[in-house]
């Protein structure tokens, strides 16, 4: 063992007369303890967040949806054979997608209907998954059910939809109940104005995505069924991809653009979703910034703890010189009283940050209101490389916290310390 390492290690035990600066030593050991361990288990959670996010997005939407300028893509068949032959694309799909309004009752809510091939339904985007009650084979089709009047008694088919949970809550509706669906988009002239086209369906399904924007406005509807609802004829609003490598996306999508041509474009989810994703990137590398602050503050303690030691041990530093000691082997030894502060602070922070993790990864003590949160408890992803980023930042604050105290140290006169004690 080099002695400046050795001396290092005997200037962390405290003599009775030192006892206030190795308490203050344990103070700075602490802080940078507790700095890790907040950073640690803050950027756990905000990955687990993220991803969360990120799979409950993609659960719910495609990885590439292609569209035409034009408005509507004509000959939909042909687009959906030549990009089942695009690289890394695993299924392809015709939608409609349009606005709608839809009542029950008394109850009336804005609503988005999306139309899929019920055949397809499952392959770009895993609706089944999602379903609370009901089936997705029953989209599309015809369902009987009998009304009953002061007169009469009618049966009447109507076409199934699946609606999101939170949009059955707002119209107080459930599986086999009744639906009007209204289109100001498609309106029909008759003698007293324009008349905004209106069709009952019936609900055969409910679905539960965890995402509040989807549950209470999303209808899905078979691809026929909306094709005719809205007057498209053969024609779609697009066709939506699925790839193996959801990471590679954008490229894939520059690449089937190039493959289709003009007039159709594509985006891909992280375009869909840049700004979600870019104010969590950046809600992350703040939280990461501000709370490194506490490291920082621990720092600011080695650097008081460091100036205290190099005046207590003046007569120690004197009498190395005098020995032979270089200035270079006097500064070692503080660094290296200050890397061991850091050091063990940092691993013991790593340590409790990656307990702390998993007790709220296992154990889910902490509740989340659903009403305000998609999620009910605190989503945790542990990622070894976060770890190590944080414990290397913490040693390199520690490090530079040395240096002043350090070179104080190295630049005591021997002469002037023995004259004068």
Aim: include cysteine.
């Amino acid at each position: 063992m080099r002695y400046e390492l050795f001396l290092s290690l005997r200037y962390l035990r405290a003599r009775r007369r030192e006892v206030f600066i190795s308490l203050i030593t344990m103070i700075s050991m602490i802080g940078v303890m507790i700095g890790v361990m907040t950073l640690n288990i803050v950027l756990a959670v905000m990955t687990g967040f993220e991803e969360d996010l990120r799979d409950r997005i993609l659960g719910f939407n495609p990885h590439v949806v292609i569209s035409s300028l034009q408005g509507f893509v004509d000959g939909y068949a042909e687009v959906v054979d030549a990009v089942r032959q695009g690289p890394d694309v695993v299924a392809v799909a015709p939608f409609v997608y349009g606005q709608v309004m839809v009542s029950a009752g008394q109850s009336v809510s804005g609503s988005l209907v999306r139309g899929v091939d019920p055949s397809l339904a499952s392959a770009v985007v895993d609706i089944g998954s999602h379903l609370s009650f009901g089936e997705v084979g029953q989209l599309g089709q015809k369902q009987e059910l009998t009304f009953q009047t002061e007169e009469t008694v009618q049966t009447v088919q109507l076409s199934g939809v699946l609606v999101g949970h939170e949009l059955a809550r707002q119209l107080g509706v459930f599986v086999g109940d009744p639906i009007n669906i209204i289109s100001p988009l498609s309106a029909t002239p008759g003698p007293l104005g324009v008349v905004p086209r209106v069709k009952r369906f019936v609900i055969v399904g409910v679905f539960d995505s965890g995402m509040f924007e989807y549950d209470s406005a999303l209808i899905y509807m078979s691809l026929a069924d909306a094709q005719q609802f809205f007057t498209l004829g053969e024609q779609v609003t697009g066709v939506e991809v699925k790839i193996r490598d959801v990471y590679q996306a954008q490229t894939v999508a520059r690449e089937l653009e190039s493959i289709l041509g003009f007039p159709y474009t594509t985006r891909d989810w992280t375009e869909v979703n840049s700004n979600i994703f870019a104010a969590l990137k950046l809600e992350k590398v703040v939280y990461f910034i501000v709370l490194l602050l506490i490291v920082l503050v621990a720092a600011f303690n080695i650097i008081a703890t460091l100036i205290m030691v190099v005046m207590e041990k003046r007569k120690d530093i004197a009498v190395l010189k005098s020995m032979g000691a270089t200035g270079r082997a006097i500064s070692r030894i503080f660094i290296y009283k200050g890397l061991i502060i850091g050091v063990v602070g940092t691993l013991m922070g790593t340590l409790l940050g990656w307990v702390g993790c998993w007790l709220l990864d296992r154990y889910e003590f902490v509740e989340l209101p659903k009403d305000v949160f998609y999620v009910s408890t605190l989503p945790v992803k542990m990622y070894a490389e976060n770890f190590f980023i944080v414990g290397v930042a913490s040693v390199i604050i520690c490090l530079l916290a040395t240096i002043y105290p350090a070179r104080q140290a190295a630049r005591l006169a021997p002469v002037e310390v023995i004259r004068y004690e």
